[in-house]
């Protein structure tokens, strides 16, 4: 059973930092891309960070460069999401994605978690 669950989400000032975490299983987490998306209210859902499976590229939404960083553990099948100098707009909920193509069966994987909520609020 593939299960992928968000922790580390809550509630902190603006300027303040939060790490959420993924902590995949059922699959095979090492040959997956991650992905990091957030959902605010009445918004659609965007991605905001992305690491290959390896973990030796990642891209980042224009919006978290320099603040936002995502790492993934291969050996704990765990992938994070470092979340610095948050701001009120960084308000969401924040769903981890793993894509992973087989080629056994050539097909494409996809899995969500469950999603975990960041507000940022003084």
């Known amino acids: 059973q593939v299960q992928l669950v968000e922790s580390g989400g809550g509630l902190v000032q603006p300027g303040e930092s939060l790490r959420l975490s993924c902590a995949a299983s059922?699959?095979?987490?090492?040959?997956?891309?991650m992905r990091w998306y957030r959902q605010a209210a009445g918004k659609e859902r965007e991605l905001v960070a992305a690491i290959s499976s390896t973990g030796g590229s990642t891209n980042y939404a224009d919006s978290v460069k320099g603040r936002f960083a995502i790492s993934r553990d291969n050996a704990k099948n765990t992938v994070y999401l470092q979340m610095n100098s948050l701001k009120p707009e960084d308000t969401a909920v924040y769903y981890c994605?793993?894509?992973?193509?087989?080629?056994?069966?050539?097909?494409?994987?996809?899995?969500w978690g469950q999603g975990t909520q960041v507000t940022v609020s003084s």
């Open positions: 994605n793993a894509v992973g193509f087989s080629s056994s069966d050539l097909r494409t994987y996809n899995y």
């Open positions: 059922g699959f095979t987490f090492s040959g997956y891309t």
